[in-house]
């Protein structure tokens, strides 16, 4: 598929939005781009819609406004214009599409202020949305076992929560269950545990399908480091220098080994 205005706009909305997702996707193979660029960058589009105002309804209105956008993929239906919408109506299989309706219900959470009721809600919220997104990926480029790649989605989000913990904190959210150190490391090892089980059954993602898996190529190093220094999490200082992460980015891209 050829980048027309809608997907290089869609391209330079994850350069500058998600650029670890952007180096992700520009290291995969050239067919598989236009569809990872277009669902990335609806994962931004909806990320941000309930941050759009201060008034709840308001906010539900924008969540409200991708679920119908999935539904109409889901139900061939012809889709409202939108730079992002139009080509992921065009890329996306409408089977994959009723996961846009559960990763936009997930994002409501992101509209309030009430903290996760207990782990399953929390566990919910992760696979719902890092989950989701990576099996929707996945699966529009090649056979995968969907446990295994949710597994291995549940870990790499689990890795970015970490990461943002600051930033939600600043913004009033109650982002953890358990905010103290042990807590933090207890959740460290959990998102560990799933990408070393999605791993165990690497043989069950297609070649082509790992692509999407690319995209979660700092989460161990995160984990590891939340685990071996979980004050990190709170000074916003986990992370790999820039040279480490594209090189492991790179070599996971030569090998095909996420």
């Not at 670890?20 to 994962?43: E, G, H, K």
């Not at 209105?61 to 999935?70: H, L």
Request: proline letters at 5%; one cysteine or more.
């Amino acid at each position: 598929m050829q980048f027309d205005a809608d997907l290089t706009a869609c391209a330079e909305l994850v350069q500058k939005s998600d650029p670890d997702r952007f180096l992700a996707t520009m290291a995969a193979p050239v067919p598989a781009r236009p569809l990872l660029f277009a669902l990335y960058a609806f994962n931004i589009e909806l990320a941000r819609a309930p941050w759009a105002s201060k008034e709840g309804m308001i906010a539900e209105m924008r969540v409200q406004w991708w679920r119908d956008v999935g539904a109409e993929i889901a139900e061939g239906k012809q889709v409202r214009r939108h730079y992002v919408a139009t080509p992921l109506a065009r890329l996306l299989k409408p089977e994959l599409a009723a996961c846009i309706d559960t990763m936009a219900e997930a994002r409501r959470w992101d509209i309030y202020k009430d903290p996760f009721e207990d782990q399953a809600e929390f566990d919910r919220y992760i696979d719902r949305t890092s989950g989701s997104l990576m099996w929707m990926a996945a699966a529009s480029l090649g056979p995968a076992e969907e446990d295994v790649v949710r597994d291995f989605g549940y870990g790499a989000g689990v890795a970015s929560w970490l990461r943002a913990i600051p930033e939600l904190e600043a913004q009033k959210r109650i982002p953890l269950l358990d905010g103290t150190l042990e807590g933090v490391q207890n959740l460290a090892c959990k998102g560990l545990e799933r990408l070393q089980k999605a791993r165990s059954q690497r043989a069950s993602v297609s070649k082509p399908s790992a692509v999407a898996l690319l995209a979660g190529w700092q989460a161990e190093a995160v984990l590891k480091q939340a685990i071996r220094q979980p004050g990190r999490v709170a000074q916003g200082a986990l992370g790999q220098s820039e040279f480490r992460r594209r090189a492991g980015l790179m070599r996971r891209a030569v090998t095909g080994r996420w």
